[in-house]
């Protein structure tokens, strides 16, 4: 009986190890273009962290002049949006959402050649110096 639990949490060890380790890194990108020319682009993406913490300090594209990271929030019924100016903090092993309503990117004089179904991409840079390149897929505005 003593061997077969030794068995047990030996192999129970044996598949523990074999567990991923979390990578840094960036899914479901996507930039919805402007309803108006020349206006603003918003982009959207979840930031996953890897095996320690770090900040996410900038997001460009060689696609757009500027990009700025924003937050949206509601006051007293009356919507605004403020820069985001020291980076967002991606915890380890945690994710960080950016989405219509709260964080976002905003993309101003997108190249207006670029024009769904196509992709763009977005070079998104870390405080660690780590540097992460995701194909965002374009949006029409108001679609999902």
């Keep these: 009986m003593k061997r077969i639990f030794g068995i047990v949490a030996l ?11 979390p990578v840094l890194n960036v899914t479901d990108a996507s ?6 020319p020349r ?19 900038e997001v ?17 019924g009356m919507a605004s949006m403020k820069p985001i100016t020291s980076g967002v903090v ?10 219509s309503g ?8 997108v190249n207006p050649a670029l024009q769904p179904p196509r992709t ?8 660690s110096g780590n540097r992460i390149v995701a194909n965002a897929e374009l949006l029409r ?3 999902q």
């Design 102 to 109: 709260g964080k976002h990117v905003m993309f101003f004089d």
């Design 60 to 76: 460009t594209s060689e696609n757009a002049i500027r990009a700025e990271m924003h937050e949206s929030m509601a006051h007293g």
């Design 39 to 57: 206006g603003p682009a918003a982009a959207y993406f979840t930031v996953h962290g890897g095996p320690v913490a770090d900040r996410l300090i």
């Design 31 to 36: 930039v919805r273009l402007p309803a108006v």
């Design 11 to 21: 192999a129970a060890l044996a598949l523990g190890g074999c567990k991923e380790k």
């Design 141 to 143: 505005p108001g679609e």
């Design 120 to 127: 763009m991409p977005i070079t998104f840079i870390f405080a």
């Design 90 to 99: 991606i915890p380890a092993k945690a994710m960080v959402k950016f989405e």
